[in-house]
């Protein structure tokens, strides 16, 4: 295993928690958070959280952005290193699938939440452009010309999402902070072609 690899096992088995995906989750806007932070958005106690926090940072997923004062003392303010988090996995460390199996499950909890959630908000569109919730599940029958476009597709909402979150500009009054969850796995017991 490389070192890339190792950083990736890393990553996954610090997102199979649901917490520790909730906490990564929480970083939406620009300038950090401290741990106090976290803890009012989760609505959990501070110390409750400090572990998970660790855990992170060790994985590479936060890093230390600085401190700032708060009362008497200085708190340490954090920020994500990536705000996509890549889920690929090295297939042949059965350890390494595990963990990338739990982060994504982690991972669907979570959009489960949020869809849950949102529905129940006065403010979703759910049509035209500027539709703010959508969920669906489909199979299709994909040769690989088919795969080679909708994987082009799904890169060009990652560099969207990449271009929009490397921006780190100030939010605005029509901003809206939405969850995007994609998966996409080959059917189990479904074959196609002649064997």
């Given at each position: 295993?490389?070192?890339?690899?190792?950083?990736?096992?890393?990553?996954?088995?610090?997102?199979?928690?649901?917490l520790r995906m909730e906490l990564v989750g929480i970083f939406t806007e620009p300038g950090g958070l401290s741990i106090?932070?976290?803890?009012?958005?989760?609505?959990?106690?501070?110390?409750?959280?400090?572990?998970?926090?660790?855990?992170?940072?060790?994985?590479?997923?936060?890093?230390?952005?600085?401190?700032?004062?708060?009362?008497?003392?200085?708190?340490?303010?954090?920020?994500?290193?990536?705000?996509?988090?890549?889920?690929?996995?090295?297939?042949?460390?059965?350890?390494?699938?595990?963990?990338?199996?739990?982060?994504?499950?982690?991972?669907?909890?979570?959009?489960?939440?949020?869809?849950?959630?949102?529905?129940?908000?006065?403010?979703?569109?759910?049509?035209?452009?500027?539709?703010?919730?959508?969920?669906?599940?489909?199979?299709?029958?994909?040769?690989?010309?088919?795969?080679?476009?909708?994987?082009?597709?799904?890169d060009a909402v990652l560099d969207l999402v990449r271009e929009l979150t490397d921006a780190d500009q100030e939010p605005?009054?029509?901003?809206?902070?939405?969850?995007?969850?994609?998966?996409?796995?080959?059917?189990?017991?479904?074959?196609?072609?002649v064997e």
């Open positions: 295993m490389n070192k890339e690899q190792d950083i990736g096992t890393a990553v996954h088995a610090a997102l199979a928690s649901p106090s932070d976290m803890a009012a958005r989760l609505g959990r106690p501070a110390t409750s959280l400090y572990h998970h926090v660790q855990v992170l940072e060790d994985a590479g997923v936060l890093r230390q952005a600085g401190t700032r004062p708060k009362g008497k003392r200085f708190e340490t303010v954090y920020e994500l290193t990536e705000h996509l988090l890549d889920l690929d996995v090295d297939r042949t460390d059965p350890e390494a699938i595990d963990h990338a199996v739990k982060a994504m499950s982690a991972a669907l909890r979570m959009a489960d939440r949020d869809f849950a959630a949102a529905v129940e908000r006065d403010d979703v569109c759910d049509e035209g452009p500027r539709r703010n919730i959508f969920g669906m599940r489909m199979h299709l029958r994909a040769p690989d010309s088919v795969l080679a476009e909708l994987n082009q597709r799904i605005g009054p029509g901003d809206r902070f939405v969850s995007l969850t994609l998966l996409l796995a080959p059917l189990r017991g479904r074959r196609t072609g």
